[in-house]
Nanobody, 119 residues
């Protein structure tokens, strides 16, 4: 069974940094895109950043120049380096990946990790 497990969330002061990690496990044939979404209280889930298996990325305008997405294909892991954090970055961050496994080919989601930015 494929699972996505996130780590690295927490509480940080405004202007600080955090690094999120998400590792995919299970019997995986291939992973297409991987990415991070976030959902703040009372708001819809939104794309933060996404990266293809070839390394092409796209970021939300709100995080351009502050967040960097990367991946290690050998480890089936995607990272999100978050710098110059702002209070409005506070949200639950979810990992997403489009995975071809022994069971199916579809989008998978992690359970989420809380990021809280204090002033």
């Amino acid at each position: 069974q494929v699972q996505l497990v996130e780590s690295g969330g927490g509480l940080v002061q405004a202007g600080g940094s955090l690094r999120l990690s998400c590792a995919a496990s299970g019997i995986i044939f291939s992973i297409n895109h991987m990415g991070w979404y976030r959902q703040a209280p009372g708001k819809q889930r939104e794309l933060v950043a996404r990266i293809t298996n070839g390394g092409d990325t796209n970021d939300a305008d709100s995080v351009k120049g502050r967040f960097t997405i990367s991946r290690d294909n050998a480890k089936n892991t995607v990272y999100l380096q978050m710098d110059s954090l702002k209070r409005e970055d506070t949200a639950v961050y979810y990992c997403n990946a489009y995975i071809s496994s022994i069971a199916s080919t579809r989008d998978y989601w992690g359970h989420g990790t809380q990021v809280t930015v204090s002033s």
